[in-house]
């Protein structure tokens, strides 16, 4: 298996999922930062992280899951080698998960690069203008716990003195909920990008999906949307968080292994 | 016909020893049609095994089928004995393949997509290079393949089907869309593989010279069904040549050689008379001079003419050589 995702990384030089990697992200914190910079003050660092993550969760994580896993398949319809790959003495399941292995990897590592560049781009427009500086609330915890009574530090489920104390971490758990629950989008748009030599087909599939996730945020049954996943485990009800992410990331294992069975008995004509 | 046809296919019981690729009642259907219908196919390990037949006879798909990328409706195959259902990894180990049209990775280097599949076959790093220099692309090795000729890619992907010796090699098309001077260097370069790797070479082309100058055996295809099944010699001896008489007088010898069951035709200006068999036909084209030349009739031009593969291979898919057209 190391060996096929080896020859995965290899295909990938010189090509443009870099830049997909890098503009992903960046986008992203340069928004925030733009945002910040030009007065629109979010005032503390968990309030502006977590704009940028729902950005990231919403817009961002789909549309480059998308792009990422047409590249991967693109890589091997645009020049015909599905053949020469799959008449190899190596299981046929195992092309494919390397492709999926690649995908996550490069996902995760985007994941990461978005909550860096955020806090980057965040740390920038402080230093550019001190007025524009983000709070940190931590050192005001007990100042807040003092104002508040039991009723207000719970808000609508959420803890809001933990996010007070620790925000670094509860940041980076959603961080963590948002790229986990992401698993099913992207078997759905590999799937997708594998099954179908037209690039259309996928891409269509994935801003569809990025399209109708907006109205169904509003729909009971967006909890079940896969598009909408990530940006459901940024919520403040606890329950739903969990069930975002339970659905997301197992529904992606499931859906995975459904994924490699058919392609495995794909047909090369 | 037919008979003399039916006798040449040998179904050979599957594991038999010798044999690289055996096929039994192979058969693909898409969308109702049977692209491949029942193919037998026995290739014996060390033979260079031209598969012959039109476009869209099927040659493509029983590849395809042979490589487990396409599962047949019926029908089994084996790759040197073991049944490419049951064990598709141990058999497909002893395989390299260049398909049709050469596909590389355009991105990366000659070598970089070799060390694809080297990385993938779990093979030492030397054998880059070794393949390389067998095709005579060690020069361009680091050069972009987006930057490689028509023919240079096709010797990549015949370096690829090298990687690992294998004792199979199997080329679907491997001169198609090169000029003259690539199509005589791919062809010398296959021919002389059995003996440079020790493999078996199974060759498709509807192309009849190149199979005729490069095959020591031979399976026509036509539409999905195998028509002719053997040694390259054992085709040729399908029909006994021809003589080709070229004289002052057509009408008078025409009427000297003919009747009884001999037939003379006229066929480009020379008279064209059907031998019987192959044995003895230099004595009674030296009989035929004599008799014309005791007649007073000038003989110019006498020829013992075989078949070409071309028109046997007319006759096999059933169509009229051009002289007959004509």
Redesign the interface.
């Known amino acids: 298996m190391l060996?096929?995702i080896?020859?995965e990384l290899?295909?990938l030089?010189?090509?443009k999922i870099m830049l997909v990697m890098l503009a992903g992200p960046a986008l992203v914190a340069l928004l925030f930062f733009s945002l910040q910079a030009s007065g629109a003050n979010l005032r503390a660092w968990p309030l502006y992280l977590f704009a940028g993550l729902t950005a990231w969760a919403t817009f961002m994580l789909p549309l480059t899951a998308t792009i990422i896993a047409t590249l991967l398949a693109q890589?091997e319809h645009g020049?015909?080698?599905w053949?020469?790959?799959?008449?190899?003495?190596?299981?046929k399941w195992r092309v494919f998960a390397a492709k999926a292995v690649v995908a996550l990897g490069l996902i995760a590592l985007m994941s990461l690069l978005t909550g860096a560049l955020l806090a980057f781009g965040g740390w920038l427009a402080g230093e550019l203008n001190p007025a524009n500086k983000l709070m940190d609330p931590a050192p005001f915890a007990a100042l807040a716990e003092t104002m508040m009574d039991d009723d207000d530090q719970m808000f609508g489920g959420m803890d809001v003195m933990l996010m007070v104390q620790q925000w670094r971490l509860v940041v980076a758990e959603r961080l963590a909920f948002v790229y986990l629950s992401s698993f099913l989008l992207i078997a759905v748009q590999l799937w997708a990008a594998f099954r179908f030599r037209n690039f259309l087909i996928p891409m269509a599939l994935g801003v569809g999906g990025g399209f109708f996730a907006i109205f169904a945020q509003a729909s009971q049954y967006g909890l079940y949307f896969p598009w909408l996943m990530p940006f459901n485990t940024l919520g403040f009800m606890p329950e739903n968080v969990e069930k975002a992410l339970a659905y997301g990331l197992v529904g992606g294992i499931g859906m995975s292994l459904l994924m490699l069975v058919d392609m495995s008995?794909m047909?090369?004509? | 016909m037919k008979r003399r046809l039916r006798g040449c296919l040998r179904p050979v019981k599957m594991g038999a020893m010798g044999i690289a690729i055996e096929t039994e009642d192979l058969r693909k259907r898409?969308r109702g049609v049977n692209a491949v219908d029942g193919v037998d196919l026995s290739v014996p390990e060390g033979a260079i095994f031209g598969f012959l037949g039109p476009n869209g006879a099927g040659k493509t798909?029983t590849i395809?089928l042979l490589?487990?990328?396409?599962?047949p409706n019926r029908g089994r195959i084996a790759i040197f004995g073991e049944d490419l259902r049951r064990n598709?990894?141990?058999a497909?180990?002893s395989?390299g393949?260049a398909?049709e049209?050469p596909?590389?990775?355009?991105?990366?280097t000659g070598r970089?997509n070799l060390?694809?599949?080297r990385?993938?076959?779990?093979l030492d790093k030397t054998e880059i290079d070794q393949v390389l220099s067998t095709v005579e692309l060690s020069h361009v090795a680091d050069r972009h393949v987006r930057k490689y000729s028509l023919g240079m890619r096709h010797r990549l992907g015949l370096a690829?089907a090298l990687l690992g010796k294998p004792k199979l090699l199997i080329f679907d098309e491997p001169t198609n869309g090169l000029d003259p001077v690539g199509i005589r260097e791919m062809r010398d370069f296959i021919k002389t593989l059995p003996v440079r790797t020790g493999a078996t070479v199974f060759v498709s082309s509807h192309h009849l010279a190149e199979i005729e100058q490069m095959a020591s055996h031979v399976a026509v295809i036509h539409l999905g069904k195998i028509v002719f099944q053997g040694a390259m010699d054992e085709l040729r001896g399908l029909h006994a040549p021809r003589l080709e008489i070229g004289c002052s007088d057509d009408a008078s010898a025409s009427a000297m050689l003919g009747g009884g069951a001999r037939k003379v035709e006229s066929r480009n200006g020379r008279l064209v008379i059907e031998l019987s068999s192959a044995e003895g036909a230099k004595a009674r084209a030296a009989a035929i001079n004599r008799k014309l030349n005791e007649a007073g009739i000038d003989v110019h031009h006498l020829a013992i003419a075989p078949w070409t593969l071309e028109e046997l291979f007319l006759q096999l898919v059933g169509a009229k050589p051009q002289f007959e057209q004509e």
Not at chain 2, 67 to 71: R, S, Y
Request: net charge positive.
């Open positions: 060996a096929s080896q020859v290899i295909k030089k010189r090509s890589l020049p015909k080698t053949a020469h790959l799959l008449a190899l003495p190596v299981p008995r047909q090369i004509k | 898409f798909t395809r490589l487990g990328l396409l599962n598709r990894l141990r497909l180990k395989v393949v398909f049209t596909a590389h990775y355009e991105h990366l970089e060390d694809i599949t990385r993938l076959l779990k690829r």
